[in-house]
Nanobody
Framework: VQLQASGGGLVQTGGSLRLSCAVSGLTASTYDMAWFRQAPGKEREFVAAIRSSGDSTTYADSAKGRFIIYRDNAKNTVALQMNSLKPDDTAVYYC??????????????????WGQGTLVTVSS
């Protein structure tokens, strides 16, 4: 199983980035997918999740109104569109796949598979 995250980079405050996660070795359509992030010296934190079917999403308060998570099950990919980026969004972003109940999708422990991370740096 491999989750390959890409799309990170350096962007100015207010800019946008789209992260992508390509899934191989499992049928992504049977897993809930999520994005987490980890800033230097901080714990890994939940950003957004999307149900396996794609019909439900949930976001951390910090991401609401700015980020959009979506998936293409035919292509086994999940993406995170990030708009109005702020310096506080600077972190390594990880995609993850899991099958725990939807009520605990914000917990790291709910995910079995993780990507390697992609670095997002937002300059002020």
């Amino acid at each position: 199983v491999q989750l390959q995250a890409s799309g990170g980079g350096l962007v100015q405050t207010g800019g946008s980035l789209r992260l992508s996660c390509a899934v191989s070795g499992l049928t992504a359509s049977t897993y809930d997918m999520a994005w987490f992030r980890q800033a230097p010296g901080k714990e890994r934190e939940f950003v957004a999740a999307i149900r396996s079917s794609g019909d439900s999403t949930t976001y951390a308060d910090s991401a609401k109104g700015r980020f959009i998570i979506y998936r293409d099950n035919a292509k086994n990919t999940v993406a995170l569109q990030m708009n109005s980026l702020k310096p506080d969004d600077t972190a390594v972003y990880y995609c993850a796949a899991g099958r725990r109940p939807w009520g605990v999708v914000y917990k790291k422990e709910s995910y079995t598979y993780w990507g390697q991370g992609t670095l997002v740096t937002v300059s002020s």
